[in-house]
């Protein structure tokens, strides 16, 4: 979890419909015994049950 820190924007491959995803890291926050990342997600399209 070291190498994740606020603000850094990682991109990664998507599928055909969505050719520039990213991830942004929101936030780094101790949870229990372990730590807890806050992601977004852009570039991303996400069909819901009602369409």
């Known amino acids: ?3 994740f820190q606020a603000g ?3 991109s990664f491959e998507g599928r055909e ?3 520039n ?3 942004i890291i ?6 229990r015994d372990t730590t807890a990342v806050h992601i977004q997600i852009t570039g991303v399209k ?3 049950s009602d369409g």
């Open 1 to 3: 979890m070291e190498s």
């Open 8 to 10: 850094q924007v990682w």
């Open 17 to 19: 419909d969505d050719p």
């Open 21 to 23: 995803p990213c991830v």
């Open 26 to 31: 929101l936030e780094k926050e101790s949870f």
């Open 46 to 48: 996400i069909q819901t």
